[in-house]
């Protein structure tokens, strides 16, 4: 069974930085591209950032572009996203989730950021 | 590419037929997913390649179009069926757009 487990949110300050993770298990971990993304509250789903699975390819929203980096492990089957000058805006649950034949078929629960002083 | 659904909510009966439309601003041939979101959980795959359904989802749901414009629509609705439903294209590699959702009331 599939199962991506993020971990790394909570509460930053304006203009610094977080780093999420999400360890996947129950699959071949480098076969897949993976994604992240958010939904701030009471809004809908953004898409932030996906890598492909040798991690040789990265792509990024306009809205994170310069601030978010994301990056593999697989070796620990853990795919990143290094989050630097939050802002208010970037306060969302993060998911991260697996890309198969052009959608994303499974999913993590979620872990909470939120950017406030 | 942007992705437009409407209605933006839409409240229902248990046993409606209810149709979600969605629009693309190019053509993405059939490089479209929908997905069904509940309050606090994570978004699940329901349909991909606009009119492929997942296992193990009902066969009340169905999607259908190619280009820009497609639909979902739920044949007879029932109570779990009330969520709120995305539209994805996944034409751009790895950059899969979401629509802004629809949420179906009761």
């Known amino acids: 069974e599939v199962q991506l487990l993020e971990s790394g949110g909570g509460l930053e300050q304006p203009g610094g930085s977080l780093r999420l993770s999400c360890a996947a298990s129950?699959?071949?971990?480098?076969?897949?591209?993976m994604s992240w993304v958010r939904q701030a509250p009471g809004k809908g789903l953004e898409w932030v950032s996906g890598i492909s699975g040798d991690g040789d390819n990265t792509y990024y929203a306009d809205s994170v572009k310069g601030r978010f980096s994301i990056s593999r492990d697989n070796f620990r089957n853990t795919v990143y996203l290094q989050m630097n000058r939050l802002t208010a805006e970037d306060s969302a649950v993060y998911y991260c989730a697996r890309e198969s034949g052009y959608r994303f078929d499974h999913w993590g629960q979620g872990t909470p950021v939120s950017v406030s002083s | 590419i942007q992705m437009t659904q409407s209605p933006s909510s839409l409240s229902a009966s248990v046993g409606d037929r209810v149709t979600i439309t969605c629009r693309a601003s190019?053509?993405?041939?059939?490089?479209l997913n929908w997905y069904q979101q509940k309050p606090g959980r994570a978004p699940k795959l329901l349909i991909s390649?606009?009119?492929s359904l997942q296992t193990g989802v009902p066969s009340r749901f169905s999607g259908s179009g190619s280009g820009t414009d497609f639909t979902l629509t739920i044949s007879s609705l029932q109570p779990e069926d009330f969520a709120t439903y995305y539209c994805?294209?996944?034409?751009?590699?790895?950059?899969?757009?979401f629509g802004q959702g629809t949420r179906l009331e009761i």
């Open positions: 190019q053509s993405i041939n059939n490089y």
């Open positions: 390649g606009a009119s």
């Open positions: 129950g699959l071949i971990f480098s076969s897949y591209a």
């Open positions: 994805q294209q996944s034409f751009t590699t790895l950059m899969y757009t």
